[in-house]
Nanobody, 124 residues
């Protein structure tokens, strides 16, 4: 089992930056793929960014490409999402997730463990 805890969310203005953190505990392996998803009010949860465990292509949703960056520090069991030039459309609850198969897929059904989420609100 792996437990994930997100932090770093908050209320910001359009154009601001935030860095979300995801701390993993339990059986966390460097071979796990990682992903960030978000859920806006009244909408389904959507893919934001995915990172394969090694050597694979990091993937971003088109809506965040060039503004968001996913990264990880395996030794610290941390995953990050740097979010720049935030827009009101980025508002939502952000979740990190682990893919034990290591792919960092866009599809949430591929992920095995999820955090509880952290709220990001971007005002115009």
């Amino acid at each position: 089992q792996v437990q994930l805890v997100e932090s770093g969310g908050g209320l910001v203005q359009a154009g601001d930056s935030l860095r979300l953190s995801c701390a993993a505990s339990g059986r966390f392996l460097s071979t796990y793929g990682m992903g960030w998803f978000r859920q806006a009010p009244g909408k389904e949860r959507d893919f934001v960014a995915g990172m394969p465990w090694f050597g694979g292509r990091i993937d971003y949703a088109d809506s965040v490409k060039g503004r968001f960056t996913i990264s990880r520090e395996n030794a610290k069991r941390m995953v990050y999402l740097q979010m720049n030039s935030l827009k009101p459309g980025d508002t939502g609850v952000y979740y990190c997730a682990i893919d034990r198969n290591g792919s960092g897929s866009r599809h949430e059904t591929r992920y095995d463990f999820w955090g509880q989420g952290t709220q990001v609100t971007v005002s115009s």
